[in-house]
């Protein structure tokens, strides 16, 4: 590795755990498919998320996953495809993302 540095360079290592953030699920009443990325746990089991398609993402959305093991339902909407998600299971939220994710 050092003949790939030179004086002056910074060399930085990443040790952080990658989340399995990525989820596929369906809404609950018409079962139309969505895709559910977790970017930031905002308080309890409520997420920030960026969905698609979020236009079939609504305010009150019930989105469920892995055949129920993982439900939640959209409370807010936002920018750009943002929903704030606020999830619903049994066991250990990081466990059953592991699980799905």
Known sequence: ILSYLNK???LVLNDT???????YGV?????AKVE???LKQKDGDTWETLVKPAKRVKEGT???????????????TGDHGGRMLDFH???IFYEVLDALG
């Open 17 to 23: 755990r990658v989340l399995p953030a990525r989820l």
């Open 89 to 91: 299971y049994e066991g």
């Open 62 to 76: 019930v989105l469920t996953f892995g055949d129920g093991r993982l439900k939640a339902t959209c409370t807010e």
């Open 27 to 31: 809404k609950e009443d018409t079962g």
């Open 36 to 38: 559910v990325l977790l």
């Open 8 to 10: 002056g360079d910074c």
